[in-house]
Every structure is written in structure tokens, then in C-alpha cells.
């Protein structure tokens, strides 16, 4: 794992996980939520969120015009990635079309034809990415693959957002279980 990314995991268990009860969007709750805005929107942590996404999309052999997806979880990934590209050019896919102006659902990047990425904070159920490749495979875009920050691993949420994808892979930097070990960890680590 790189060093950046290394930090970005420590960041995600410091600052966006908590244990609780918590009521998730998909309607069921959890014993902790992982609020990771509280990590990609912090200086460092978008530094090291568009770095380790980078690091990703290179890995895989990516090599999209443009990365997107769902507002708002995805937006501070988005402008993290092409900021620190420097070549990756980004979008955003609203909830719904807009009633007024342009009327558009897609903001940001709009050429066609061209390969993209579709990123997201946290999967669970699956439902923002899968709104996204959805939302960019009827404007035209041709999806190179899926990336999430942290994947909640429920079964459901991962076997959906794979079979929106198909045939591009679906990948995830961290699972809640790395993140929340994470966490556990450096709680230890503490003096008492």
C-alpha cells in the first residue's frame, strides 16, 4: 500500500468512522457510519484522496478523460482527482435533471465520445453508483470502471453495483472491516 494511501486510511478511521447506532440511507441501521466527507473534504484528505485514487486508475491501466459521479458524496473525489492529475477532467451527475437553465443532469465534463470513471464516497446498497453509470451511459459516456472510497461489503450492494458495471470491474480502495480495524487499532495505540 502507498504511503499515501496508508495516511488516507489512518485519516478515514481518526475522522469519518464512528460506532453507534446509526440509521443508514438503504433504511437499515449499523453499529458505526463511516461519514467520509469528513475526510475528503479536509485539506490533507483530499490531497490524499485524489492521490490514491490516481494511484488506483493508473494501477488498472485506466486511462479516462474524465472521472464522475453521483452529487455529493462523489464531488470532493472528483475535484481531488483532477486536481492533482492535472489531465483528468471531471463531472458531476445530479440526483434528477434540472427544471430550469440547461436543464442538465450531467455538470462538468460533457465531450463525446469518451472513456470515464465512475468514483463514490461509500457503497453500500450500491444506489448512487449505479444512478451514475446509469446516468452516464445514456449521455454517451463509455464507463472504464467503478471505484468507491470505502465499500460497506454487503453482498447485495456489491453483486448490483457489478452488474450495473458490467462488463468494467468494480473496485474499492478500503472495506468498512480495513477501517474500521484501522480505527480499533489506533485506539489502542493511545495512551490511556
Known amino acids: 500500500m502507498s504511503a499515501a494511501r496508508e495516511e488516507l486510511l489512518r485519516m478515514l478511521a481518526h475522522k469519518s468512522f464512528q460506532l453507534g447506532d ?5 433504511g437499515g441501521t449499523s453499529d ?3 461519514d467520509c466527507r469528513t475526510t ?3 485539506a490533507r484528505g483530499a490531497r ?5 485514487f490516481l494511484a488506483e486508475i493508473r494501477a488498472r491501466g485506466w486511462e479516462p478523460r474524465a472521472i464522475g459521479g453521483l452529487t ?3 464531488d470532493p473525489i472528483v475535484s481531488a482527482v483532477a486536481v492533482v492529475s492535472g489531465s483528468i477532467s471531471g463531472f458531476l451527475v445530479r440526483k434528477a435533471e434540472k427544471q430550469h437553465g440547461t436543464g442538465r443532469r450531467i455538470e462538468g ?4 465520445p469518451a472513456r470515464v470513471v465512475i468514483v ?3 457503497c453500500t446498497t450500491g444506489a448512487s453508483t449505479i444512478a451514475a453509470l446509469e446516468a452516464a451511459r445514456e449521455f454517451g459516456f463509455e464507463i472504464e470502471g467503478a471505484l468507491c472510497l470505502v465499500e460497506r461489503e454487503e453482498a447485495r450492494g456489491r453483486a448490483a453495483v457489478e452488474r450495473a458495471a458490467a462488463p468494467a470491474p468494480f473496485v474499492a480502495l478500503f472495506t468498512a472491516d480495513d477501517v474500521r480495524r484501522e480505527h480499533l487499532r489506533s485506539r489502542q ?3 490511556a
Open 120 to 122: 463514490d464516497d461509500v
Open 48 to 52: 490524499l484522496t485524489g492521490e490514491a
Open 40 to 42: 475528503t473534504l479536509d
Open 189 to 191: 495505540a493511545q495512551p
Open 22 to 26: 446509526f440509521k443508514l440511507s438503504s
Open 72 to 74: 455529493l458524496g462523489a
Open 109 to 112: 465534463f460533457r465531450e463525446r
Open 32 to 34: 458505526y457510519y463511516i
